[in-house]
């Protein structure tokens, strides 16, 4: 099953990649990854979407506590939760095609961000799934680069992952 | 206020935390720190041949002590040699502090002189590493490093350290820091309280119960509350290799060591136990065999510090994350005053032991005779007569290593000092001489095979510089005994690059650094020359003792097979 692990660590050099090599070091998955400073200057807030049953889960948010890096971590997928992803993708918009991008852009709420006689920059956030459909969607018209930020989450409610 | 440069602050920090051995070898990257360690008298440096019997040597006093073993190197390939001494203390959990010299802040990452990236390089084989960034941080990032080393599941922690911020010119305020906090380490202290009662229920009513213990309880410092607990109940224990002499094995209730090359009953009683009371192991490969098969009938509670040990390999029944004293303790007093709920199925388990004991009983090798080759059994048999059981036993990684661990009989914990994990060839004589060094008055041995001995012989060296009397023991069989014994039974015997052609005359050898060697090739040698060997008290002494490299180790348990299933020897399976 997929997880989705957000983790709170120190904001120190070499933090990252304790906790990229963690996951090759024991055979561990990374389907996506999502990093940057929160609002204490300290701190890091790593999202990370994985694919493992619940022993690999177990076992994964075992060994990312035992780093001496990450302060706290939840797996959001154990709760309702928030999941979000921007994506930016340059289509070719050429002829009829114009108008066919902008409408499907409409239908999955995109923003075109940018425009050139051939091509649309679309700028899009949902979660995975959203952003996978509108990749086939555009995918006969002409896909040509993706940039995607990986899955950046956060629970729903009361509930708060800090200090 | 005192006002120190980064070098000085560090040699002043080893000695206001107590370090009273470093091992280590200087180089451009950590002179500052050497000129620093000159010019005081409290920490003493031991300059070793080559930085992985540094690590080795630091690891062996660590193991023996129970406290965090001291290396220092510099920077390239001071740092990547000890990297298999790190990795070794890494995967046996010991306590360990690698200082690592680096180039200056201002050429790192420009491929300069003597760089590498060894906090890079050792990142998955350490507990934590540190880089120091100023060299005001010094005494903090070193007491960190000692506190994370030794606290908690113990491993080794690196800390590299750029040239520059050892430079002599550069002074700063030095305070010891007494205590640390790491906001994000807090290793827990005890275990859960409902757990441990669910636990203890479990082992009162059980019917075929088993300890099965391992090197936390070791380092946990918790062997004479397990000792108790164990008697108390009166169950049968068994130990991992690495938790050895945590009970004493020449008591009735231990069944010897488990797993691949363990005791015929220890195995068997694993096998068909109700319930295994694990503690401070982590039910590693080399001891479940086949995990699908493993132990079918029985329950487990499983105790360990480290969270990620838990259910790792095999599922717990009842998982206790704590240190194996304060739960060890919390169970005595649970037990206090309670008997067991079967005793009638306690006596016939006990029974169904005593026949397995039986069964094997004189049959584990075939003594050869006067006048054909030495079996390496006897061998470890007799060394442990002549040396009453006492010594300090290290060893290197192979036949010899499992047949120290099987003749030579422990009651004590901390003597029997082996790589258990990684398996390193090379570990044993560095280890004995960092034993050796700290306990003068003891016997120390590191029992050995011309293989692995000459992994790590440079130290000799070392050995004559500092006078450290340890006693070698070659099981010379010319071969690579545990590669051979593995073709012998996979490979039809096809020994590819198991022997060893050339191998030195190791009494002129040893005689060169200035020590006594005495070989031996007939029985009534043996016992004489041990003898002989350890009225030297404080010489090195190497005996060279040739013994049948036909010899295979048994039991041996059978791959994929569960625990009982095992070859008994040549001829003989379960």
Redesign the interface.
Known sequence: MRHIISILMENEPGALSRVVGLFSQRNFNIESLNVAPTEDSTLSRLTVTTVGDDRVIEQITKHLNKLIDVVKLVDLTEGNHIERELMLVKVKALGAQRDEVKRTADIFRAQIVDVTPSVYTVQITGDAGKLDAFLQAMAPIGILEVARTGVSGISRGDKILSL | MELLSGADMIARFLKDEGVEYIYGYPGGAALHIYDALFRQDDVKHILVRHEQAATHAADGYARASGKPGTVLVTSGPGATNAVTGIATAYMDSIPMVVLCGQVASHLIGEDAFQETDI??VT??IV???F?IRHPSEIPTVLKKAYY?AASGRPGPVVVDIPKDMTAPTERYEYVYPKKVK????NPVTRGHTGQIKKAVEMMLKARRPVFYTGGGVVTGQACEGLTDLVQRLGYPITTTLMGIGAYPQSDRQSLGWLGMHGSYESNMAMHHADLIVAIGARFDDRVTNNTSKFCPTAKIIHVDI???SI??TV?ADVPIVGPAGSVIDEMISLVQGREPANPDALSEWWDKIEGWREERRGKLYDPSEPGEPLKPQQVVETLCRVTRGEAFVTTDVGQHQMFAAQYYKFDKPNRFITSGGLGTMGFGFPAAMGIKLSYPDDDVICITGEGSFQMMMQELSTCKQFGVGVKIVNLNNGSLGMVRQWQDLNYKSRHAHSYMESLPDFQKLIEAYGFTALKVERHEDLEPALERAFAHKDELVFLDIYVDPREHVYPMQVPLGSMRDMLLSKTERT
């Open positions: 906090v890079g990142r998955p507990k934590h590493s880089s994370l790491l906001r994000s380490y480290d969270p990620s259910s790792k599922r």
